[in-house]
């Protein structure tokens, strides 16, 4: 089974190349997808990070409060090992689709690098866009303020040097229709490379 690692930075359109592979129907295991998942109330994943970050974390009916969640996280170095809590959920992804016979499936994990799962993936396609528009992006889209933003920014690895290990780089700085000619000019020599 081929694995093609797909990774980039928040708000970089990572999702939307994503959504492109699924809709030639190659299977996704998406981490962030299997991260809302695990820390459904009760679950393993929930008592895990409830276990790691405290009750302050809840909302008033139990729920994770995923924005405050985020923003100890992102503004604390030392409370970052959340990311490997969640990564031993994606195996089980991936077993399930070889079972099913898939010959292709798609990583599609934010922190790919920072998980080094990279290892695992061939090619690794980088959604790339340049910093001024990411922060751009992630303060509209998430209603952050510029320092929160930047926050989250730089609790990942940053996207010159993903884009420096990459097989396939996708420039997301230019318009969607730009996006989605490159996304499947990528797409199809991911699937095509050895």
């Known amino acids: 089974m081929r694995m093609v690692g797909l ?3 928040i ?3 990572k999702s939307t190349v994503s959504s492109m592979f699924k809709h030639n129907n190659i299977p996704i295991v998406d981490a962030d997808v299997i991260a809302r998942d695990a820390l459904k109330k ?8 409830v276990g790691a970050f405290g009750p302050d974390i809840l909302q008033d009916d139990g729920h ?3 924005l405050k969640l985020g923003r100890i996280v992102f503004s ?3 409370k970052r090992q ?3 809590m969640l990564v031993s959920f994606i195996p089980r992804e991936i077993l399930k689709l070889w079972i099913k ?8 994990i934010p922190l790919l690098f920072e998980a080094k799962l990279d290892k695992w993936t061939k090619p690794i396609v980088v959604v ?3 910093p001024e528009t990411q922060l751009r992006r992630l303060m509209e889209r998430d209603n952050l303020t510029e320092e929160d933003a930047r926050n989250r920014k730089s609790a990942q690895m940053s996207l010159d040097l993903k884009k420096s290990r990459a097989d396939i780089v996708i420039d997301n700085t230019a318009s969607l229709a730009g996006k989605v000619r490159r996304g499947s000019v990528s797409g199809q020599k991911a699937l095509d490379m050895d």
């Open 11 to 13: 708000a970089s359109g």
């Open 82 to 84: 959340m990311p490997g």
């Open 42 to 49: 009760g679950s393993g994943g929930y008592k895990k990070v």
């Open 7 to 9: 990774t980039g930075g």
């Open 128 to 130: 790339w866009v340049d």
């Open 101 to 108: 016979g898939h010959k292709v499936i798609v990583l599609d």
């Open 64 to 66: 994770v409060d995923r």
């Open 76 to 78: 604390d170095a030392s």
